[in-house]
Nanobody
Framework: QVHFVESGGGLVQPGGSLRLSCVASGGIFPMYNMGWYRQAPGKQRELVAS?????????NYADSVKGRFTISRENAKNTVYLQMNSLKPEDTAVYYCNVVGTDNNWGQGTQVTVSS
């Protein structure tokens, strides 16, 4: 069964940057459309960015992160990245990666806290 390990989170001041990484194993990674999700306390899990398995495909972003976050993938390393710039306190959440369209097989996620 495919599983995911997220890393790269931490505590950062408003306006700062982080790069999250997600390593997949146990499946055929290049076959999957991948997404980054986040869940803040008391809120629903939401999709913030996604990228197609096809190289050069246009990525999609939630309006709240558009222009600040960039998703990318390196298929040879079974890895998806999320570059997060100009971070805001409302970006504080646990961030997860997963196959787009699924609602199971979640990893542990990585905590991102944006605070002064």
């Amino acid at each position: 069964q495919v599983h995911f390990v997220e890393s790269g989170g931490g505590l950062v001041q408003p306006g700062g940057s982080l790069r999250l990484s997600c390593v997949a194993s146990g499946g055929i990674f290049p076959m999957y459309n991948m997404g980054w999700y986040r869940q803040a306390p008391g809120k629903q899990r939401e999709l913030v960015a996604s990228i197609s398995r096809v190289r050069g495909a246009t990525a999609n972003y939630a309006d709240s992160v558009k222009g600040r976050f960039t998703i990318s993938r390196e298929n040879a390393k079974n890895t998806v990245y999320l570059q997060m710039n100009s971070l805001k306190p409302e970006d504080t959440a646990v961030y997860y990666c997963n196959v787009v369209g699924t609602d199971n097989n979640w990893g542990q996620g990585t905590q991102v806290t944006v605070s002064s």
